[in-house]
């Protein structure tokens, strides 16, 4: 293999060998906002029409479960590298920034869509099977474990110790992810807030999912992929610059 192959296959092994970790428990957290939400308000909200709240709810936890442990791959395995002390051996190697951020972001795809297919394969059974346009859901799940993959790189080079990981992802991830209409229709909120969920690049990976399943947005699927797009090409270039710099690499 060439050195990004070995790389990328080490940090896809790195999540799968505790995979009960990395991958079961991101299934049964979703697993329980599904029952604990679906049964609440199943009778009471509708948010489009012929469609059961219960199943308005499957898309957005799925994709909220890629995005979150794309983001967690690539940060975590950074941060830990660096406190460690092992990542002097990937420095150590002749490897570009371009074969570091393949490696990372293509591993982080990878256990986004993982987690992302084992939460929809568990949950289906609860709500029925909907996929009216599989190809939008591919392309959001794509570029958005890739975003958040590339989000993640820049965290863990940034970040020098555990808890200011665990602050980027509580103040900024988490936030970001449960305020972009995983929950809820932004046509249910005042007007206000409806300006602030647009302005929220994660409304538009979550609402374009969505529309994939079907064919039902508060937005146009164009315009979501048109800013993830724009996002995409933004934080990936932001990675890419800094693995080159070496920032916080290369003392």
Not at 184 to 212: E, T
């Amino acid at each position: 293999m060439s050195g990004w192959q070995t790389l990328f296959y080490k940090e896809v092994l790195r999540f799968w060998k505790v995979g009960f970790q990395t991958v079961a428990a991101p299934v049964v957290t979703a697993l329980l906002y599904l029952l604990i939400f679906g049964h609440v308000l199943q009778d009471h909200v509708q948010v489009f029409d012929g469609v059961a709240y219960t199943s308005f709810l499957l898309p957005g936890l799925i994709m909220m479960s890629v995005l979150q442990n794309a983001f967690a791959n690539s940060s975590s395995s950074l941060i830990q590298s660096k406190v460690m002390g092992n990542l002097v051996f990937v420095l150590l190697t002749p490897l570009s920034h371009w074969a570091w951020f393949v490696a990372y972001v293509g591993s982080s795809i990878v256990r986004g869509l993982a987690v992302g297919l084992c939460v929809w394969l568990v949950t289906v059974w609860f709500v029925g099977f909907y996929m009216v346009y599989p190809l939008w859901i591919l392309v959001f799940a794509v570029l958005g474990a890739g975003l958040l993959g590339a989000l993640g790189v820049i965290a863990g080079l940034w970040a020098d110790k555990f808890d200011q990981m665990a602050a980027f992802q509580n103040f900024l991830i988490l936030p970001a992810t449960f305020l972009s209409g995983v929950f809820y229709s932004i046509h249910s909120l005042p007007p206000f807030w409806q300006f602030v969920s647009h302005l929220n690049p994660f409304f538009y990976m979550i609402d374009g999912f969505r529309y994939g399943f079907f064919g039902q947005g508060d937005v146009s699927p164009w315009l979501s992929l048109a800013v993830l797009g724009a996002a995409w090409l933004l934080v990936g270039g932001l990675a890419l610059h800094l693995l080159k710099s070496g920032y916080k690499l290369r003392h």
